[in-house]
């Protein structure tokens, strides 16, 4: 079980704007240099990887936000594990994908 599949929303608050999508973007590069696989979505990310990269990818964002002078930062985390198999999130996708194919 040492893999996971998350899905995380962060939310700056104290911004002087109610638009956050530079600050989305910021997260977006710290997940870019992580070197995990993740897919961002219109209210969040999706990302696998080891509880500990996970963990360690967004309190990293949460650093990237604050040191941009962000007074607070809120993240809600998702998170999945199987023990039965291996699961990532283009896994998921194709199994759907399949499911909605195989009903029309």
């Not at 997940?31 to 990818?57: D, Q």
């Amino acid at each position: 079980m040492d893999r996971v599949v998350a899905d995380f929303t962060v939310i700056p608050i104290g911004t002087q704007s109610a638009c956050i999508s530079e600050h989305i973007a910021e997260c977006q590069k710290v997940l870019k240099a992580s070197g995990l696989t993740y897919h961002l979505h219109s209210c969040g990310t999706n990302i696998e990887g080891t509880w500990e990269e996970v963990t360690k990818v967004i309190k990293e964002c949460h650093k990237v936000l604050h040191d941009k002078g962000i007074p607070r930062v809120h993240t809600n985390l998702s998170i999945g594990t199987r023990i039965d198999k291996q699961s990532s999130i283009d896994q998921k996708m194709k199994s759907i994908e399949e499911k909605m194919n195989n009903n029309s």
